[in-house]
């Protein structure tokens, strides 16, 4: 469990293993399961508090918040929930085969033995849970930070005692790049949950699976991959993001997928994407890795470079390379695509801004996403995160198959216009033959199959029903809403289907504290410094009225009003009111 770092203190094992490769390499990564001193449990129940979640819990010295984050509840109920999935679709698969009469199965994993590597352990929470709540698994739970090694065995003795489960856990002392790459096509879940990019493991980590094995990857560093350091993400991913853009969350995840994918192809490897989600701080991604020397050729056609223009909310997506059949004896080749996009912006005439390259496939397995909220529907009870979960995997399933996606309110602030109900821009796209749907990356964002013309033309026509405030020749709003609309009409009456839809809550408020860092542990908020009141002086040019506080003297028979008294007692009544 990694929210152990996202509270403060960073275990050696979230670093990138070449700072300390050189080191340690003649003693610590050679020891995989060293003697740990634990602490007893009967000093633990005095000396540690208890925290439980799901059917786990977990031990750490009181007054130590630094291992556990609330928020991340979700990351690993959805988890859980998602292997046991997994755990079927092997079973079906092997059925499949063995009815088609076929020799083996189509992946190497046994169902009734499923193998999971947790690679960054922290505190062991993710891995009881795991052997808990999970059936016929055996678990590796890894983390090269001594005391975090101590503390995932001292939660599993709590844990299960004389329970059977026990021997299902492997507590595991080793960096977590080494330890996948010697244990390469081992593990048939693989687990990676940093504080921070999980780049440097993804390499390893795409060798440790299996044969049609899991990956679950998270990255934290949200900051990074939605565009505020787009050098240190080119850095990190091999992929640069547009800063502040509406879509930057859906661009931080495909941003993530093509760097595993890049990982993959170079051992003829390639993924297949099952859930990809960005959840409140970070983004969780869940997908399969097959073998394919033809496969691995073809994942150069699932990446896109973005050009996005500096003032309007206009972009433009240009695949890298595309698939061409040949004419004769069948077979297909791959060459570089045309450039099919405009050297500046079309419609305001101004330049472009390129990002990428980035993963242009669909984020989800629609299949497999119906499959995850029949799940969470008929085993609500047993998740406490159920509800968010719905809610993210609701509007994963309506999601339309597109990158990116527009922002209304977006657009309309370069237009200086109200911005319209978003139930009326999709009946408008619907009526005029355009597909739309919300997303789950955005509350206000807009997916839509239909090109910039067309998203233009029909704020157009909403600027005929609410004009627009007149600005400078030159600004993108009069330059784009001066252009006379090529669709003729234009209707924004709201359609039955946008409207007669059952209600489900897509976004579930946060709790009150929530995020990575001390914010996730409940650090208590800063409270606004209470301004002083100011009592204030009255100034006069007349010296028998001026007071002196060193001792000057003052016209005690002087008839002026002692209004600054009277101020002084009205200011005193309202400090004792508040």
């Known amino acids: 469990m990694q929210s152990a770092r996202k509270a403060g203190t960073t275990s050696l094992s979230t670093r990138s293993p070449s700072r300390h490769f050189s080191s340690h390499i003649h003693n610590r990564f050679r020891m995989e399961n060293p003697p740990v001193p634990i602490a007893s449990t009967k000093t633990a129940e005095g000396e540690f508090s208890t925290i439980t979640e799901g059917k786990a819990t977990v031990l750490w010295p009181k007054g130590n918040q630094v291992f556990y984050n609330p928020v991340q509840e979700v990351n690993r109920d959805l988890s859980i929930a998602t292997i046991k999935l997994y755990q079927e679709q092997i079973k079906i698969e092997q059925e499949q085969a063995k009815s088609k009469k076929k020799r083996g199965s189509t992946t190497e994993t046994d169902p009734s033995k499923l193998k999971i590597l947790e690679a960054l352990s922290a505190t062991g929470l993710r891995s009881i849970r795991y052997a808990k709540e999970i059936p016929n698994v055996t678990i590796t739970a890894n983390d090269i930070d001594q005391r975090a090694v101590q503390t995932i065995q001292r939660n599993v003795d709590y844990n299960f005692q004389d329970d059977p489960l026990k021997d299902s856990i492997k507590v595991s002392h ?60 080119m850095a990190k991913y091999g992929a640069t993001p547009i800063p502040s853009a ?78 061409m059949a ?89 237009l200086h216009l109200s911005v319209p109900p978003l139930i009326n821009l999709r009946s408008a796209l619907k009526r005029l033959g355009w597909e739309s749907s919300g997303t789950h990356t955005n509350p206000s964002g807009l997916k839509t199959n239909a090109p910039p013309e067309v998203m233009w033309d029909i704020f157009r026509h909403w600027n005929k029903l609410h004009p627009a405030k007149k600005y400078p020749e030159d600004s993108p709003s009069t330059i784009i809403l001066s252009k006379d609309p090529e669709l003729q009409e ?10 007669n839809v059952a209600h489900v809550t897509k976004f579930v408020h946060n709790p009150e504290n929530w995020g990575p860092g001390t914010i996730g542990k409940g650090r208590p908020k800063k409270q606004p410094k209470k301004r002083e ?28 009003p002692d209004d600054h008294e009277d101020m002084k007692q009205e200011v005193l009544e309202e400090e004792k009111k508040e």
């Open 174 to 233: 080793s960096d977590a790049s080494l330890h996948m790459l010697q244990n390469q096509n081992t593990y048939d879940v693989v687990d990676i949950d940093p504080f921070g990019t999980a780049a440097p493991f993804l390499d390893s980590a795409v060798q440790s699976a299996t044969e049609g094995g899991l990956l679950c990857i998270t990255c934290t560093d949200l900051a990074v991959l939605a565009g505020n350091h787009p050098e240190a993400c």
């Open 246 to 323: 509406p879509y930057c969350h859906e661009m931080a995840l495909r941003i993530v997928l093509a760097s595993i994918q890049a990982h993959a192809n170079r051992h003829k490897r390639y993924v297949q994407p099952l859930m990809s989600f960005h959840i409140d701080f970070y983004v969780r991604i869940f997908l399969r890795v097959r073998t394919s020397a033809l496969e691995t050729k073809r994942g150069a056609v699932n990446l896109s470079s973005l050009y996005q223009c500096v003032k309007c909310d206009s972009f433009w997506i240009q695949p890298l390379m595309k698939e």
């Open 326 to 414: 040949y004419p004769k004896g069948g077979g297909f080749k791959f060459t570089p695509a045309v450039v099919t996009v405009p050297h500046r912006c079309v419609h305001c005439q101004s330049p472009l801004k390129i990002a990428g390259p980035f993963w242009n496939g669909p984020l989800f397995d629609k299949e497999w996403t119906e499959k995850t909220k029949s799940h969470f529907e008929e085993h609500a009870q047993l998740y406490n995160q159920s509800k968010k979960i719905l809610g993210l995997v609701h509007s994963a399933i309506s999601e339309l198959n597109v990158p990116l996606c527009y922002s209304p309110s977006s657009i309309c602030n370069t």
């Open 490 to 499: 234009v209707s924004f009456d709201p359609l039955p289907e946008f409207q």
């Open 533 to 560: 009141k100011r009592i204030p002086e009255f100034k006069t040019n007349n010296p028998k009225r001026m007071k002196d506080e060193g001792g000057s003297k003052v016209d005690e028979e002087s008839d002026a």
